[in-house]
């Protein structure tokens, strides 16, 4: 049974910084594109950055991008995301997500919507208070 997993969420000041980490049990991730989500009080899921299996492509919203920064550490079977500048408009439910097709490198399109990933996490928190 594959489970993915997030950690790293909490409260913190505009402006601050926090890293999240996202692994799996029962499967490698470093094989599949693993993407990041977020979901705001009574918002819709939405897109925030992805990253292809071997980490030569990177993919992020238009409101994030230059603010957050999505890696992976392949030997380490984690891929983080760094969220920098923290804006209250971030505060979510981050979520991390897994391909279940091996080497694929896509598009921004392809990585951008939900139903490309097959294996979600419970999420995680994030506040981020003015």
């Known amino acids: 049974q594959v489970q993915v997993i997030e950690s790293g969420g909490g409260l913190v000041q505009a402006g601050a910084s926090l890293r999240l980490s996202c692994t799996a049990s029962?499967?490698?991730?470093?094989?599949?594109?693993v993407g990041w989500f977020r979901q705001a009080p009574g918002a819709e899921r939405e897109f925030v950055a992805a990253i292809n299996w071997n980490g030569s492509s990177t993919y992020y919203a238009d409101s994030v991008k230059g603010r957050f920064t999505i890696s992976r550490d392949n030997a380490k079977n984690t891929v983080d995301l760094l969220l920098n500048n923290l804006k209250p408009d971030d505060t979510a439910v981050y979520y991390c997500?897994?391909?279940?097709?091996?080497?694929?490198?896509?598009?921004?399109?392809?990585?951008?919507?939900?139903?490309?990933?097959?294996?979600w996490g419970q999420g995680t928190q994030v506040t981020v208070s003015s």
């Open positions: 997500a897994a391909d279940n097709r091996p080497y694929l490198s896509g598009t921004y399109r392809y990585y951008s919507e939900s139903d490309t990933y097959n294996y």
């Open positions: 029962g499967r490698t991730l470093s094989l599949y594109a």
